[in-house]
C-alpha cells in the first residue's frame, strides 16, 4: 500500500524516542526488510510496539484503512495503517519499490495475482495473524482483506513514486502517483495514466 495525502486519514508521527533515535528505528527495520531478516524484524517490531502504542489511523469513508506515516528517508519511507472490519485494498503493485507488511493486531487475508493483459487471475492466497510478515517484490500484485479490525506496519524500499492498481470492476490498469492510496481513487485523483484492458478472448 502507497503512501496517501495528508489530511484525516494520514498522520504523521515518530513515536516516544527522540527524532534522531525515531529515524535509526526506522533505516534499521527498512535494512532488516531488505535484507530479508523476517524473524529480528518481528522482535525489534514487537518490542517497539509494545513499549509505545500509536493512535489508530482511522480511515475515511469508502477507503479500507487510515494511514500514519512514521518515516520516509533515501532507503524506503514506513507506514502504519489502520484497518476497518471488512477493508480490502484493490489489486495494487508497489511500482518499483519492494513492500513489505507486518501484521501487529487483527486477521487478515492476502491474495496475490497475475495479470496477462487481458484478465487479473489469482495465484495463491494466505492467511496471517498477529506478527506474520508477507513481502511483494517491485511489481508483483496483491490485496490485503482485514478479517477483522486490525493495525499494520508496511515499509517500502525505496520510497513508491508512483504504482499501479487494478480497477477490475472497469477493466483498467490506473498508474496512480504515490500521494495515492491502495484503492481506486475518487474522481481520478492521483491518477496518471488509465489503460484499458484488452478484451477476453472468444471462445473458439
Known amino acids: 500500500m502507497a503512501r496517501g ?6 498522520r504523521r508521527g515518530d513515536g516516544s524516542m527522540g527524532d534522531g533515535s525515531m529515524r535509526s528505528f526506522w533505516q534499521e527495520l527498512l535494512d532488516l526488510a531488505q535484507r530479508g531478516a523476517s524473524g529480528e524484524l518481528r522482535a525489534r517490531t514487537a518490542q517497539h510496539f509494545a513499549d509505545s502504542r500509536p493512535a489508530w489511523p482511522r480511515p475515511r469513508a469508502a ?3 487510515g494511514r500514519q506515516l512514521l518515516h520516509r528517508g533515501p532507503a524506503g519511507e514506513v507506514m502504519l495503517a489502520g484497518w476497518a472490519l471488512g477493508g480490502r485494498s484493490a489489486p495494487h503493485d508497489h511500482g518499483s519499490a519492494a513492500g513489505f507488511v507486518l501484521v501487529l493486531e487483527g486477521q487478515f487475508s492476502e491474495s496475490n495475482y497475475l495479470f496477462d493483459g487481458r484478465e487479473l487471475q489469482c495465484s ?3 492467511d496471517l495473524g498477529v506478527l506474520d510478515f508477507t513481502s511483494a517484490q517491485a511489481g508483483a500484485i496483491h490485496d490485503l482483506h482485514a478479517i477483522s479490525c486490525g493495525l499494520t506496519l508496511h515499509l517500502y524500499t525505496p520510497g513508491i513514486v508512483a504504482m499501479r492498481v487494478y480497477d477490475v470492476e472497469r477493466r483498467a490498469t490506473l498508474l496512480v502517483t504515490g500521494d495515492g492510496g ?3 481513487p475518487r474522481g481520478g485523483a492521483g491518477v496518471r495514466e488509465a489503460v484499458a484492458w484488452a478484451p477476453v ?3 473458439c
Request: net charge neutral; aromatic share 12%; charged share 20%.
Open 63 to 65: 477507503e479500507p484503512y
Open 124 to 126: 495463491a492466497r494466505r
Open 182 to 184: 491502495a484503492w481506486i
Open 201 to 203: 478472448a472468444a471462445p
Open 5 to 10: 495525502t495528508s489530511g484525516a486519514s494520514e
